[in-house]
């Protein structure tokens, strides 16, 4: 008898639980959509990945570290262990130094630049616009900063270089505090 | 007896008014330059009009703006543009902005078709409201909203209300204009109901200004005299002395018991609100055709020699006011723009008078700063001295630990920066800076965020763009193939075809 109750039990939540798992599909993989977000999209690939989304699948799948993002920083890999609940480990050197935090953009210098298109096609963000045989030009608004185009790729030197974003009332910040109060102090 | 409201919180302060209020309004000189940044006002920075080399007189428009939330910018002075260029502008940044840089001729020429207007009463409510967005006019209480945008309210408004409370100390520009020029007040404020038409108007000043009230109840009296009937509904409402009563959302509570909705405009509750120095500018520009090029600034604190209110084109450097006004001790004073409370440090002197620029405070280097702060004790103290009604303790702990959804929750937006809770903190913690700090922080961290967004966005379509042009590529490819097939089956047949008929040939 209780054999019979337990196996009818048991078919009647299979049937919930298929349908359910039908009915409520969710669409692509929710965990790689969050470790995306924390990332910081420069696209520029020190991961060892071919841009932020791939990295962030092989964080999911148990393939990559979570430390190996250099833009995202030390506060990335906190946010990124936070989010999977592991512990936080420091930056790996093997993918590059940490960003200090100033943002940077690709600038190219038009009396150098031969029109040769390889930038263009490897910006990640399409931030370059250009034509084979005329002066390309970088959209400052949409560049990432990521530092795909700069030489070797670009075959001409001191054509593109990376330039601090002037800074302007509008992105100014007011200095912490906390900070001030220590100068202060010593 | 208007009956009054109190807004909670608030706290009393010494004035140190009379340092400066009692001296007559002083002209400053013409400097031998004029530095006149593009961007003075809220909204977009104005596109120059004028070349280096060209000669502008008085009043000459030397930049513009299509955009709504935006003001023209106007020469102050007769010269020729030296250069356009960027120079810092009075923010505590010390960043430097677009400005236009007049050597001045020292003939302050105003220029030739400028010119009163002799019947503004017959202007039509679209012109008035042209000229007042020609003429350059922005909010002069500090905001510096471009007042235009104010005038087209797209509901009824049941109250104009005409800010003249001046509540922070030391500052006594808008108590000397009101007591100077009390009738063009009150005319500015005639043409300013006809484009707001409210059922009522009020001039609000604080009780410690009691010439500034008889001046312009005398002034309506007199032009009630003189038969312009429509100044009966104008009252002219003395209230309390407490900071920040001047504060617009702060004085419609006292005045009509009214709360502005969070993060909303007083319109949406039926109220326009104006400064003073706003009406007198509108005055100017409607009755005298002059766009907004000086305006009165209050040199004074407690290290200028003598203390006064100037009237003052604007791009003057500030260097060329304090040799006027004297500084008793140059190397151990801070120069501040606004008041003591809500104003900030000015990167050096040489920085120009802005549209913004209500006074000048020189205070002794860094009194308060030396004391060092201590840790909170959780007096609650600053809750009580809010005038929002915020939890100040709250907002500076998640202020240092960068916590911006607490922050939000704790609805840092709303804060005003008055510094009242920093008056009253007995551990003399900086908040007001703390919020500021976390304000910009959150604000960067945003737009990180948007950038993000946006760069992923992109990334994600040029994937697909590669993904198409590459499938694009391969179909063009098996189209042509299979056109080569096709063709090459057809001169098969035709081969064959051929064939066929010659082998028949043969056979006949």
């Not at chain 2, 005038?151 to 808008?174: A, F, M, Q, S």
């Not at chain 2, 702060?250 to 326009?272: A, D, F, M, R, S």
């Not at chain 2, 209110?309 to 606004?338: C, F, Q, S, W």
């Amino acid at each position: 008898m209780a054999v019979l109750i337990l196996t009818i039990l048991a078919l009647v939540f299979g049937g919930i639980l298929g349908f359910v798992a039908i009915r409520f599909r969710v669409e692509g993989d929710p965990i790689v959509e969050k470790i995306d977000s924390i990332l910081p999209q420069t696209q520029c690939g020190q991961c060892g990945y071919p841009g932020c989304r791939p990295y962030a699948q092989a964080i999911a799948d148990d393939e990559a570290e979570i430390n190996q993002c250099p833009p995202g920083g030390d506060a990335g890999v906190q946010a990124l262990a936070d989010l999977l609940g592991s512990e936080p480990i420091p930056l790996n050197p093997e993918n590059g130094e940490a960003d200090d935090g100033l943002p940077m953009v690709a600038v190219i210098d038009e009396e150098t630049c031969i029109g040769c298109t390889k930038c263009v096609q490897v910006c990640p963000v399409d931030a370059i616009v250009g034509a084979a045989k005329h002066k390309h030009n970088v959209l400052d608004a949409y560049c990432t900063g990521c530092e795909l185009c700069l030489p070797p790729l670009c075959p001409v030197e001191d054509c593109i270089v990376m330039r601090a974003v002037e800074p302007s009332i509008k992105s100014w910040k007011w200095p912490n505090p906390e900070a001030v109060d220590e100068g202060q102090a010593a | 007896m208007k009956k009054l409201w109190r807004f909670r919180g608030g706290v009393k302060l010494p004035g140190f008014k009379t340092l400066s209020n009692s001296a007559s309004i002083r002209q400053s000189l013409i400097p031998g330059v004029v530095t006149i940044p593009l961007r003075q006002h809220i909204g977009e920075t104005a596109e120059p009009v004028v070349k280096v080399g060209d000669h502008v007189y008085k009043g000459q428009l030397i930049a513009t703006s299509g955009n709504f939330i935006s003001a023209p910018v106007h020469a102050s002075t007769s010269g020729s543009v030296i250069a356009i260029d960027k120079h810092t502008v009075p923010h505590k940044s010390g960043i430097a902005e677009v400005c236009v840089v007049i050597e001045t001729d020292g003939a302050d020429q105003w220029h030739p078709d400028i010119e009163p207007c002799t019947h503004p009463n017959n202007l039509s409510a679209d012109e008035l409201r042209t000229r007042i967005r020609e003429a350059g006019i922005v909010g002069l209480g500090g905001a510096v909203f471009p007042s235009a945008a104010k005038l087209k309210p797209t509901r009824p408004i049941d109250t104009l209300v005409i800010n003249g409370v001046e509540c922070e100390p030391y500052i006594t520009c808008d108590d000397v204009l009101m007591r100077s020029r009390p009738e063009d007040i009150i005319r500015g404020i005639l043409l300013l109901r006809r484009l707001v038409d409210p059922a009522e108007c009020i001039i609000a000043v604080e009780d410690n200004k009691p010439e500034a009230i008889k001046a312009l109840n005398d002034a309506i009296k007199k032009l009630k005299i003189a038969g312009v009937g429509s100044v009966n509904t104008i009252h002219v409402v003395a209230i309390p002395t407490v900071y920040p009563a001047g504060s617009e959302k702060q004085l419609i509570k006292v005045l009509t018991g009214k709360e502005v909705p969070q993060q909303g405009l007083p319109y949406e509750v039926g109220i326009v609100c104006l400064n003073v120095g706003t009406t007198a500018a509108t005055y100017d520009a409607i009755y005298d055709g002059k766009p907004l090029v000086s305006r009165l600034v209050s040199i004074t604190g407690p290290q200028i020699k003598h203390p006064a209110n100037y009237n003052v084109l604007l791009g003057t450097p500030v260097a060329h006011l304090l040799e006027d006004a004297g500084v008793r001790h140059v190397d151990d004073t801070k120069l501040i723009m606004g008041g003591p409370m809500m104003g900030h440090d000015l990167p050096h002197a040489q920085v120009p008078v802005v549209k913004a620029t209500n006074c000048i405070l020189a205070e002794k280097a860094a009194p308060l700063e030396n004391i060092a702060s201590m840790p909170c004790i959780r007096c609650g103290a600053c809750a009580t001295a809010c005038p929002i009604g915020l939890l100040p303790q709250q907002l500076y702990w998640h202020s240092r630990g960068k916590d911006f959804d607490k922050l939000e929750h704790y609805n840092l937006p709303d804060c005003i920066e008055c510094g009242c809770c920093a008056v009253v903190c007995p551990s003399h913690i900086p908040l007001v800076h703390y919020f500021r700090y976390a304000k910009t922080e959150k604000a960067a961290h945003e737009l990180k965020l948007k950038l993000a967004d946006q760069a992923r966005l992109r990334t994600q379509e040029r994937e697909a763009r590669l993904e198409r042009v590459k499938k694009e590529q391969e179909e063009r490819k098996a189209r042509r193939k299979a056109a080569r097939l096709k063709k090459k089956a057809a001169t098969a047949n035709q081969h064959n075809a051929d064939g066929a008929e010659s082998a028949a040939k043969v056979s006949t």
